[in-house]
């Protein structure tokens, strides 16, 4: 197994907190998630109006995505084969909740395409992928807890095989208000920190 | 890099109880949909495929349950008891399990449902098939709208390659909910009429109930008559749109174009294409315009829609079974519901069940999200 790959740059997003590669770029303790999530946006400049139409979870995965990948500043010219793997454990259960109130009461039925396109978790997906022009490798997991071994397993085959050339992946769980986090890394052939279990795992508790 | 094989498999559907139960009705062009119409569900008429539940609880009960299971638990575990007994396998640490499915244990977010609303989780839907065979690994679930059936045979062909498993046992489903039906009929995607993919007349998508499971393994001793080699696989996105598919057919051109170079073998090498094939004008139409892009228009495809009607989850899976069995069976399987070509591109339909000598198949799929998989794959007898 090649073991020659490193984790470029790493984005959290918890507590309402962002930070890049360790740094804290937005804090704001006093809103609600949705507060929080809609002034990040607009502090860190992301400039996508489709933004505002996301689900809770698209939201925090994509602005992670976004803040992590506009630091790279990748080619606007040349394509960027960068696959993406994502995880968490709630799926995209805060808006199948949504859904399913919409049609829990046959008097008050009223299931919307605007909420249920947002019912799978690869979603966030598609968002970042439209965003950055990613025609590339993706996936969504599903697991109890943050799974290093999986990630770190998946990633280097895409890598190891040529199917990428980097690959954005980690964890982006959205359950509700209280219980969400974001923690995204890239997987390169540069890089300072290695990429093995005991390094994701440190990076994915800082 | 090891070879890597698709061996035992099963499926249990409205068609049948058994791979070979349900490859002979489909050899009959024996559709397993039927037509529902109860308010409770869905305001209007509707075409689905359901598995009979109480052959499910006969099935069921004889692997001796000692708890409740939902519906969907009871349809995955019995497909894959199936398969585990037939490969024979010692469920060691070297043996991997995968669960495809889009929304799972969904229909416990409904009030009404006697389950807990935890049951919901993914993640307890594997634990709960973990535990219940004894697995020594954690479930990996995949989630990944309509591909995630297909895709889960690329990743277990992955961590077999990655040295981390020597066989992966996966199973798929996903079970008929208002839940699903009414989200597609607010998409007005739904037909009230048997789904007729790639034809003129179409009307729109059927959801069907399905499980499929199969045993993927690196071991080439003990396998399946229909067993296949995974030739190649990619998985691309569209970066379009995410619940449309894009125009240019941009994400499975590219699967296609990843997974031919993986298997080192160009468009004259395939003898047919299980296909996706939606029924829906946007869906064929896109497949329509990839397959011309990478020269596959002469070559025989079919859509299993008319017979199962859109499984999700599980129809990735079901239909890569299905083409398994035609390579074994030599012949190749009508494209139910297809008189008249609704798209603009040639494509080759089989309209008419056909003996004919065959060694290799093209599998895709495409959904939400603007995700794509494609596979090739290669008889082993």
Redesign the interface.
Known sequence: ?NTNYHIKSFCSIKNNQVSLNGSVVYKDEENSFSQFIKAAYKQQNSKYPKFFKMDNLSKLAFLAADILLKNENLSKEKENNIA?VFSN???S?DT??K??E???N?ESYF???AV??Y?????C???I??K?????????????SF?AT?LL??T???L??N?ANQVLCGWVEFDDENNYQAFLYLVSTKGTTKHNKQDIIKLYNT | MSKVYVSHNNIISSLGFSSDAVVSKISKETSGLQRIDNK?ILPEPFYTSLINTEILQENFNKLHPKAEYTRLEQMMITSLSKVIDASNIKLNDRVGLILST???N?DA???NNPFSKDR?????L??QVKNFFGFKN?A??????CVSGI?AVA?AK??I????YDHVFITSGDVIT??IL??????QALSSAPCKPYDADRTGINIGEVAASVLVTNNSTDLAKEAVTVLGE??????????GPSRTG??LY?SMQ?AFK?ANITAEDVDFISAHGTATMYNDEMEAIAFNRMQLSNVPLNSLKGYFGHSLGASGLVETIVGMHALKNNTLYKSLGFETLGVTKPLNIITKTTEKNITRFLKTAS?????NTAILFQKTN
């Open positions: 197994m993406i454990k709630s799926s259960l199948d909740r859904h399913q919409s049609i829990q046959k299931p919307s395409p249920f396109v019912t799978l978790p690869n979603i997906i598609g968002e992928s439209i950055y022009k990613l025609y590339s490798e993706n996936s969504f997991f599903i697991f109890d799974n999986h397993t998946y280097n085959s895409l190891s095989s199917k | 409770s889009t929304k799972g969904v977010l409904d009030t919901a989780y993914l993640s307890e594997g634990n954690k990996i679930v995949v989630s990944n709208a895709l990743i992955r961590y390659q990655q040295d981390v208002e839940f009414s989200g597609f009929n607010s998409f990619g998985s691309c996105n569209d970066a379009n749109h995410i619940s941009e994400g590219r990843s993986q959904g939400f999200g603007g995700c």
